[in-house]
């Protein structure tokens, strides 16, 4: 039988502590590939590179690293370097969570969402950042949602976001399908001086925390479940798109 291909892609760069995990899992399901950064690119959004070129560079064993975007590791990954046969793109393992509002901001779900666009079934994997012992477990429960994944395929449009708790070097036996749930930002903005006097700023705070309701995936991971999370391409707002046909647009 032939071996699916897989794309990996994250957005912790090349040294990701998560990366090798997700490899070692998705090589027991299908023929390895590996797209990521050359450099952390955490929070890059869905964001594509246009205005500078893109470098591609071959490490050897199916590794390629980008000087461009998590999003930018999956198109080319998926056009360039395997020219569109792909079954599955995998994303992560991230070192940090992505529930609720952070999947705005995360570079491990656009790489997931760029496969989307491009019509390839697509999972983003992310951790609790203190479950640096469960990188193996995680891979394992990878390795059995990806086999379900090719076997059953996804909605026109859809990816999934899971979420792994700490586990303590547990295996993890099952996730829970869940929404997204509310995450909560700090507002500070830190600013400083440098030593000629010039100012600068940091946008980093106070640890991002959830709100803990049940059915959301902030509510699973705290009960140290795993969560699974359908996202959809089309973010529109049905009720809404009713209550603009009243207004005198």
């Given at each position: 039988?032939?071996?699916?291909?897989?794309?990996?892609?994250?957005?912790?760069?090349?040294?990701?502590?998560?990366?090798?995990?997700?490899?070692?899992?998705?090589?027991?399901?299908?023929?390895?590939?590996?797209?990521?950064?050359?450099?952390?690119?955490?929070?890059?959004?869905?964001?594509?590179?246009?205005?500078?070129?893109?470098?591609?560079?071959?490490?050897?064993?199916?590794?390629?690293?980008?000087?461009?975007?998590?999003?930018?590791?999956?198109?080319?990954?998926?056009?360039?370097?395997?020219?569109?046969?792909?079954?599955?793109?995998?994303?992560?393992?991230?070192?940090?969570?992505?529930?609720?509002?952070?999947?705005?901001?995360?570079?491990?779900?656009a790489a997931a969402m760029e496969?989307?666009?491009?019509?390839?079934?697509?999972?983003?994997?992310?951790?609790?950042?203190?479950?640096?012992?469960?990188?193996?477990?995680?891979?394992?429960?990878?390795?059995?949602?990806a086999k379900q994944v090719l076997?059953?395929?996804?909605?026109?449009?859809?990816?999934?976001?899971?979420?792994?708790?700490?586990?303590?070097?547990?295996?993890?036996?099952?996730?829970?399908?869940?929404?997204?749930?509310?995450?909560?930002?700090?507002?500070?903005?830190?600013?400083?001086?440098?030593?000629?006097?010039?100012?600068?700023?940091?946008?980093?705070?106070?640890?991002?925390?959830?709100?803990?309701?049940?059915?959301?995936?902030?509510?699973?991971?705290?009960?140290?479940?795993?969560?699974?999370?359908?996202?959809?391409?089309?973010?529109?707002?049905?009720?809404?798109?009713?209550?603009?046909?009243?207004?005198?647009?």
């Open positions: 039988m032939k071996r699916p291909k897989i794309l990996v892609c994250n957005d912790d760069g090349i040294y990701g502590p998560g990366l090798p995990a997700l490899i070692a899992a998705m090589k027991k399901v299908g023929t390895v590939t590996v797209s990521v950064p050359d450099h952390e690119r955490s929070a890059d959004s869905h964001s594509l590179t246009l205005h500078k070129p893109i470098r591609i560079h071959n490490r050897g064993d199916g590794v390629y690293t980008l000087n461009g975007s998590p999003a930018d590791c999956a198109r080319f990954g998926v056009l360039e370097i395997l020219k569109g046969k792909v079954d599955l793109v995998v994303s992560g393992i991230n070192r940090g969570y992505n529930l609720g509002e952070d999947v705005i901001y995360s570079g491990t779900v496969a989307t666009l491009l019509k390839i079934d697509a999972i983003a994997f992310s951790m609790d950042p203190d479950g640096s012992k469960d990188w193996k477990g995680a891979g394992l429960f990878a390795q059995r949602l076997s059953k395929k996804l909605p026109k449009g859809v990816c999934l976001n899971v979420n792994f708790p700490a586990n303590g070097g547990k295996p993890y036996k099952a996730g829970m399908p869940a929404k997204l749930g509310r995450r909560i930002y700090g507002t500070d903005v830190t600013r400083r001086s440098d030593p000629r006097g010039l100012e600068y700023y940091w946008l980093a705070g106070r640890q991002v925390t959830g709100v803990d309701e049940p059915g959301t995936d902030v509510g699973v991971v705290s009960k140290g479940k795993v969560s699974v999370t359908p996202l959809k391409i089309d973010s529109t707002d049905v009720d809404m798109l009713q209550d603009l046909s009243s207004w005198a647009l």
